[in-house]
């Protein structure tokens, strides 16, 4: 006979609560606990999930905490709303969300954090930037082009800039005329806004630098507007093999700053997160 409720499992003691940066919280033991005892089919399809109230004392958590769970499980697929019924199990997803652990508990973690960003954006920025070079509109050159000069205006008016940077590079994006791109790099938004901070914060330090940097991005706008693909790709590539080689330059005096305990922070907030 299929039921209609999920059945409630004994009393789960929850995991000591955390006392650094980089350690599973109380939300990541609830949600892999849930999404196990669903892939195990320990919850029918169709079922209700049981109650805020009924997780969190079954958890011995806060309701914070149960719904920031649910809210994983939905982002997976698992669990879904229905009116009506709350909230109901789907059945397990195969297919498996799409996810970068970052491990930040220090200076040495916060470097090879960044590091691993930027390897991974070489290869998307380099087709992006290609792309966008053999379709862009002539208003999105423009786009391009104003983007550059937000980040200017910023860096002179002694801002960070690390807005301005994303929004150049999420403007090459929507060139590329490909949704996928703008997409993937909505979601690396989270771990590239803390990136951008580092390697802008730690150029600002440096006025040679700032000046490569402004170089660099001229020559992937213009590449881009010149429709010159194999330039930009070049020019992308260039760019993110440069901003490597300037992290790696960072010192001891940066990261012991404020600007660098700030980045270590950015990288250590986006820890796990998921799409």
Same mark, same amino acid.
């Given at each position: 006979?299929? &039921? &209609?409720?999920?059945?409630?499992?004994?009393?789960?003691?929850?995991?000591?609560?955390?006392?650094?940066?980089?350690?599973? &919280?109380?939300?990541?033991?609830?949600?892999? /606990?849930? #999404?196990? $005892?669903?892939?195990?089919?320990?919850?029918?399809?169709?079922?209700?999930?049981?109650?805020?109230?009924?997780?969190?004392?079954?958890?011995?958590?806060?309701?914070?905490?149960?719904?920031?769970?649910?809210?994983?499980?939905?982002?997976?697929?698992? /669990?879904?709303?229905?009116?009506?019924?709350?909230?109901?199990?789907?059945?397990?997803? &195969?297919?498996?969300?799409?996810?970068?652990?970052?491990?930040?508990?220090?200076?040495?973690?916060?470097?090879?954090?960044?590091? %691993?960003?930027?390897?991974?954006?070489?290869?998307?920025?380099?087709?992006?930037?290609?792309?966008?070079?053999?379709?862009?509109?002539?208003?999105?050159? $423009?786009?391009?082009?104003?983007?550059?000069?937000?980040?200017?205006?910023?860096?002179?008016?002694?801002?960070?800039?690390? $807005?301005?940077?994303?929004?150049?590079?999420?403007?090459?994006?929507?060139?590329?005329?490909?949704?996928?791109?703008?997409?993937?790099?909505?979601?690396?938004?989270?771990?590239?806004?803390?990136?951008?901070?580092?390697?802008? /914060?730690?150029?600002?330090? %440096?006025?040679?630098?700032?000046?490569?940097?402004?170089?660099?991005?001229?020559?992937?706008?213009? #590449?881009?507007?010149?429709?010159?693909?194999?330039?930009?790709?070049?020019?992308?590539?260039?760019?993110?093999?440069?901003?490597?080689? %300037?992290?790696?330059?960072?010192?001891?005096?940066?990261?012991?700053?404020?600007?660098?305990?700030?980045?270590?922070?950015?990288?250590? $907030?986006?820890?796990?997160?998921?799409?």
């Amino acid at each position: 006979m299929k &039921t &209609t409720d999920a059945k409630i499992a004994a009393p789960i003691a929850p995991p000591a609560r955390p006392t650094g940066r980089g350690k599973a &919280t109380l939300a990541d033991h609830v949600t892999s /606990v849930l #999404a196990q $005892q669903i892939r195990d089919g320990e919850f029918a399809r169709d079922a209700r999930l049981p109650s805020e109230m009924e997780l969190t004392e079954r958890f011995a958590v806060s309701r914070t905490v149960i719904r920031e769970a649910i809210s994983r499980l939905k982002s997976e697929g698992l /669990v879904g709303s229905r009116r009506g019924s709350g909230t109901v199990v789907l059945g397990a997803n &195969t297919a498996t969300p799409f996810r970068l652990d970052m491990q930040v508990d220090d200076v040495r973690d916060s470097i090879q954090a960044v590091l %691993r960003v930027i390897e991974l954006r070489r290869g998307v920025e380099g087709e992006m930037a290609a792309l966008a070079a053999q379709r862009r509109t002539r208003a999105q050159s $423009q786009a391009i082009q104003q983007a550059l000069k937000a980040i200017d205006k910023a860096t002179a008016e002694g801002r960070d800039g690390v $807005q301005e940077d994303f929004a150049f590079h999420a403007a090459i994006s929507n060139a590329a005329h490909n949704p996928l791109y703008t997409s993937l790099v909505q979601f690396l938004s989270q771990f590239l806004h803390a990136a951008i901070r580092v390697a802008r /914060v730690n150029e600002a330090r %440096r006025s040679d630098f700032s000046q490569q940097v402004r170089s660099e991005h001229a020559a992937i706008a213009k #590449a881009i507007a010149d429709g010159d693909p194999a330039a930009a790709r070049a020019a992308a590539l260039q760019h993110m093999e440069n901003s490597a080689q %300037r992290i790696q330059a960072a010192d001891r005096e940066f990261w012991d700053s404020a600007d660098g305990q700030e980045a270590v922070r950015d990288l250590a $907030q986006v820890k796990g997160a998921e799409q």
